[in-house]
């Protein structure tokens, strides 16, 4: 499986996918304040970030480094996202670094993420709790 090096010399591609928008607002917020991030794309909906994904297959260089998910969402929760995105190419499937970024604190939940080779980690909200500049820094 080849994986991306991500010290922080690169320049962090991130893709937020959570139906609330004040979270998004927020966490882009976080996220922005860190170093090297270059874009930082949100989505409301899974069906609408794996169009988006879908659409950049061919563009290696527009992928996103890392993807914060949340799981409880109208529509496709995150884990029917991570079903439908584990079908995707493995070029795009080995180059993120998938963080479930969720309210949940359910054991079940977070177990049912570790059933994802795809998913690196369970974070619970707010982003602001955890070391995002460790985050994007570990392998």
Excluded: W
Aim: charged fraction near 25%; include cysteine.
């Amino acid at each position: 499986m080849n994986q991306v090096d991500y010290n922080m010399t690169k320049d962090i591609n991130i893709l937020l996918i959570d139906d609330s928008d004040v979270d998004n607002f927020i966490n882009k917020a976080i996220i922005s304040k860190e170093d090297n991030i270059s874009q930082i794309t949100t989505m409301t909906s899974g069906q609408d970030a794996l169009k988006y994904l879908t659409g950049i297959v061919e563009n290696t260089e527009a992928y996103p480094d890392v993807i914060f998910l949340d799981i409880k969402m109208p529509g496709m929760n995150g884990f029917e996202f991570l079903d439908e995105y584990q079908k995707m190419p493995d070029s795009i499937t080995n180059h993120c670094k998938i963080y479930i970024l969720s309210s949940s604190i359910d054991s079940i939940d977070s177990d049912k993420g570790k059933q994802y080779p795809v998913v690196r980690k369970h974070l619970t909200k707010p982003l602001a709790h955890h070391q995002i500049g460790n985050l994007l820094a570990e392998d």
